[in-house]
């Protein structure tokens, strides 16, 4: 299927980590020219963006004047911009609860997930908004849907993304044009950095246990959901909605 992703530039963020690196490299592929976002990844950034015939590009997203430059020096050095990804974000690995959480941590999580994706919405809205057209696709998690034992802060932050800001967005841009927001909500994905700090079986075991498949998704499978959704072709009449990439996930683990 002819997705009319071909000369298309799409800006990834998080772009060089495990579920990021398969994003661009599917855009890629699909024939579109791929901005890599990073903030201090820079030697895989580059590194792949010479892979793919594509370009980094460094931000600190928590900055709203760092996430406008992005946008702006990504329209200037690659003639446009048509597809976004919100994927970057942070997974404290410690759990806590939260009446032992403290402030900072919270601030921190939400600031890197919340905070980074309603930036990097912004900027690129901006543009869409002048340019009339645009796909913007928002990265969250199941553990915002279905909540996260001992990651509220984390949990809280995903479902405010795929719920009030999606929508939100949903219904501002339907006055730009032909511009889309929708979003996918990954659920146990397995990195190649998770399978390199080892995996508890069973865990493992009981987080399948929950899933109608049987088994974790891997980084293509939420890359190719989100090339659907970012096809004019495929997902056209397509916007304000999440799809979970999640084995058919009907809860978390407790």
Known sequence: MDTGLSGKVV????????IGRAISRHFSREGSIVAVH??????????????????????????PLQAEEMVSRVVSELGGLDVCVANSGLYPPEPKP????????????????????????RSFLSHASVQGTGSL???????????????????????????????????????????????????WTLTEKKADSGLDEVVMERAKSTMALKKFATPNDVAMAIIALSSDEVSGHITGQVIEVAGGMEGRLV
């Not at 590194?47 to 793919?52: K, N, P, Q, R």
């Open 11 to 18: 800006l990834v963020t998080g772009g060089a980590g495990g």
């Open 38 to 63: 990073y903030h201090t990844s820079q030697n895989e950034a580059e590194g792949l963006a010479s892979e793919i015939g594509g370009m980094a590009v460094q931000a600190d997203l928590r900055e």
């Open 98 to 121: 939260m009446w032992e959480m403290g402030h900072d941590r919270w601030e921190s999580t939400v600031m890197s997930n919340l905070g980074v994706t309603a930036n990097t919405a």
């Open 137 to 187: 696709v928002l990265v969250g998690s199941t553990a915002g849907i279905y909540g996260e034992a001992g990651h509220s802060d984390y949990a809280a932050a995903k479902g405010a993304i795929t719920t009030g800001l999606l929508l939100s967005l949903k219904n501002e841009v339907s006055r730009l044009g032909s511009v889309r927001v929708n979003a996918v909500a990954p659920g």
